[in-house]
T-cell receptor, first 116, second 109 residues
Framework: GAVVSQHPSWVICKSGTSVKIECRSL??????MFWYRQFPKQSLMLMAT?????????EQGVEKDKFLINHASLTLSTLTVTSAHPEDSSFYIC????????????FGPGTRLTVT | GQNIDQPTEMTATEGAIVQINCTYQ??????LFWYQQHAGEAPTFLSY??LDGLEEKGRFSSFLSRSKGYSYLLLKELQMKDSASYLC??????????WGAGTKLIIKP
């Protein structure tokens, strides 16, 4: 149980375009979803936390107008990278939490974004 | 500020035992997690400690001392597939995960 999927697994886009990444909890309802970014050989960096039906809470230094997060339902959250630039190329990972138990986060497989 | 420290890289031999340490200073404590992350993949959950002591799960064990702000992950009977990064994360008083930079474990035959 507790499977999280992400789509797409990898994407290449041109500079200036927008890219949408989907994160779905397949067999549970996720009260909270998290979006992380990870650059090569670095640890996870939390970008934002989103609760279903409310606005996402962004971490300091993360531009909310550039990284649009929508948590439309208890099983789906989307991250849209608007006007992407090469420096946005990274590994984007979502995770979901059920709100029960010991607050374990279940991670999606990640999306590799390359902006050319 | 909040801080999680763990070694950047460790090397061990197949079949041996390795201990990866993690020290932390956070605003509040609601548990400590260890995750394994293979290159190019998302992290996978290994263990959770919220009380002092040792939690054993097969070849992997995790220890916590809250008074010392210290944890370790012990891997026994190392296999080549254990080559990965091991991430220590502490859940703070806001139930937010604070992540360490990860320890890259290299297993040699």
């Amino acid at each position: 149980g507790a499977v999280v999927s992400q789509h797409p697994s990898w994407v290449i886009c041109k500079s200036g375009t927008s890219v949408k990444i989907e994160c779905r909890s397949l067999d549970f309802q996720a009260t909270t979803m998290f979006w992380y970014r990870q650059f090569p050989k670095q640890s996870l960096m939390l970008m934002a936390t989103s609760n279903e039906g409310s606005k996402a809470t962004y971490e300091q230094g993360v531009e909310k107008d550039k990284f649009l997060i929508n948590h439309a339902s208890l099983t789906l959250s989307t991250l849209t990278v608007t006007s992407a630039h090469p420096e946005d190329s990274s590994f984007y990972i979502c995770s979901a939490r059920t709100g029960q138990g010991f607050y374990e986060q279940y991670f999606g497989p990640g999306t590799r974004l390359t902006v050319t | 500020g909040q801080n999680i420290d763990q070694p950047t890289e460790m090397t061990a031999t197949e079949g041996a035992i390795v201990q990866i340490n993690c020290t932390y200073q956070t605003s509040g404590f609601n548990g400590l997690f260890w995750y394994q992350q293979h290159a190019g993949e998302a992290p996978t959950f290994l263990s959770y400690n919220v009380l002092d002591g040792l939690e054993e799960k097969g070849r992997f064990s995790s220890f916590l001392s809250r008074s010392k702000g210290y944890s370790y992950l012990l891997l026994k009977e190392l296999q080549m597939k254990d080559s990965a990064s091991y991430l220590c994360a502490v859940m703070d008083s806001n139930y937010q995960l604070i992540w360490g930079a990860g320890t890259k474990l290299i297993i040699k035959p």
